[in-house]
């Protein structure tokens, strides 16, 4: 067997497919409704996206309220995108058995 290593590097980063990608997989998750830059669940913002430069900014609320505490996110990588889908899925439902 040979020494040689596989040193394939991950693929660039690209912000706005995945920023359309997050935007898909939000509209498939139910219960939200687009309006502007944010997200709204029962007349609430719950979710704030926008692009900055090569990286997304997100700000997801602890709570629907009218003024609720952030909680942000800075998505650099496909990774980082996956945690804050798996967040938001996990908030989601815990708002939803609160109803």
Request: no cysteine.
């Amino acid at each position: 067997m040979s020494d040689e290593t596989w040193d394939i590097p991950a693929p660039a980063f690209n912000a706005e497919a995945t920023l359309l990608t997050l935007k898909r997989f939000i509209r498939d998750q139910g219960g939200l409704a687009e309006r502007g830059d944010g997200w709204v669940l029962g007349g609430n913002v719950v979710l704030k996206l926008a692009l900055d430069g090569t990286a997304i900014k997100a700000q997801l609320a602890r709570r629907p309220a009218n003024t609720p505490e952030w909680d942000s996110f800075t998505l650099k990588s496909a990774p980082d995108a996956r945690k804050l889908q798996d967040e938001l899925k996990r908030r989601l439902l815990r708002w939803k058995d609160r109803e």
